[in-house]
Nanobody
Framework: QVQLVESGGGLVQAGGSLRLSCTASGSIFSINVMGWYRQAPGKQRELVARISRGGSTNYADSVKGRFTISRDNAKDTVYLQMNSLKPEDTAVYYC?????????WGQGTQVTVSS
């Protein structure tokens, strides 16, 4: 059984920074894509960023130039460095791992950006 544990959320003022982490545990052979999604109140969950095992990245237009996704394959961990945060970045952030054809989700971590 695979579990994803997230950390790093919190409350920050606009213009500030946060770093999210997500680590997988359990029966893991190889993690393909790692990603971060977010869901704001009353909105659908949306992709924020994702990174392939080889390091190729994709970002939502709204976070390009401000957020950076990275991964440590040896630690089965993905990171999301969030800089220049805006109030509209407020949401619950979820990590998502693609493992052996299955999708796994973290429990979510709240990020709140005050104006």
């Amino acid at each position: 059984q695979v579990q994803l544990v997230e950390s790093g959320g919190g409350l920050v003022q606009a213009g500030g920074s946060l770093r999210l982490s997500c680590t997988a545990s359990g029966s893991i052979f190889s993690i393909n894509v790692m990603g971060w999604y977010r869901q704001a109140p009353g909105k659908q969950r949306e992709l924020v960023a994702r990174i392939s095992r080889g390091g190729s990245t994709n970002y939502a237009d709204s976070v390009k130039g401000r957020f950076t996704i990275s991964r440590d394959n040896a630690k089965d961990t993905v990171y999301l460095q969030m800089n220049s945060l805006k109030p509209e970045d407020t949401a619950v952030y979820y990590c998502n791992f693609g493992i052996m054809g299955n999708n796994y989700w973290g429990q979510g971590t709240q990020v709140t950006v005050s104006s």
